[in-house]
């Protein structure tokens, strides 16, 4: 039998209060560390999201790129270092471009949604649109001529404004006679070749 301890009511209440307090102090403790366990793991999740993410995006990127390589390919006669006609640099000419389909050979054969629901291949020249032609250099528009330096490497650009501006204050171009402005727009065609220049006025 346990021995009988002399407490009064009031040293039981305190003693009751120390304890308590103690175990809440515990208690206290024992909850922020989870807390600040279960933050540190929100964030840690967080970030192996985001970078997963990251990840997914940028080989959805590459994936992109991959499948429309020839999206991100320079032109043909570009890249081969040929004369490629200023339309296809007027905003005309790159709207027909992104509408095209991406291949030059009229023999390539494409797949094509049918109108029963079914894909089939046709060639390629059959579904180009017959009524988008190039416009030859000698037919563009000032305008047309003003807008081919779309997207151009600075050092063209220079050499493009050079004999842009060479044409632009020659005294043909500001004569009444269209004959003239239309025969600058011809010396422009055949010259094919944007370098400095000195018309003579």
Not at 161 to 168: N, Y
Not at 170 to 186: E, I, P
């Amino acid at each position: 039998m346990a021995p009988k301890l002399n407490i009064d009511d009031q040293q039981a209440a305190a003693i009751l209060a120390n304890i308590w307090h103690i175990q809440n102090d515990a208690d206290k403790r024992l909850w922020t560390a989870k807390a600040e366990a279960k933050h540190r793991e929100a964030a840690e999740e967080e970030a192996q999201h985001q970078q997963a993410l990251k990840a997914e995006q940028e080989a959805a990127i590459q994936e992109e790129r991959k499948k429309n390589k020839a999206k991100y390919a320079p032109i043909k006669d570009m890249k081969s270092g040929e004369y490629c006609k200023l339309f296809y640099f007027t905003n005309s000419g790159l709207e027909e471009a992104s509408c095209s389909t991406l291949t030059a050979d009229d023999d390539a054969l494409i797949m094509m949604h049918a109108s029963d629901g079914l894909h089939k291949w046709v060639p390629a020249g059959t579904i180009r649109d017959p009524k988008a032609q190039v416009i030859k250099d000698e037919n563009i528009t000032w305008e047309q001529f003003n807008e081919s330096t779309n997207d151009w490497p600075d050092d063209r650009i220079n050499m493009h404004i050079s004999f842009w501006s060479a044409l632009q204050n020659h005294r043909w171009c500001h004569n009444f006679d269209a004959h003239k402005q239309r025969a600058l727009l011809l010396y422009q065609a055949q010259q094919r070749a944007f370098h400095p220049c000195n018309l003579s006025t």
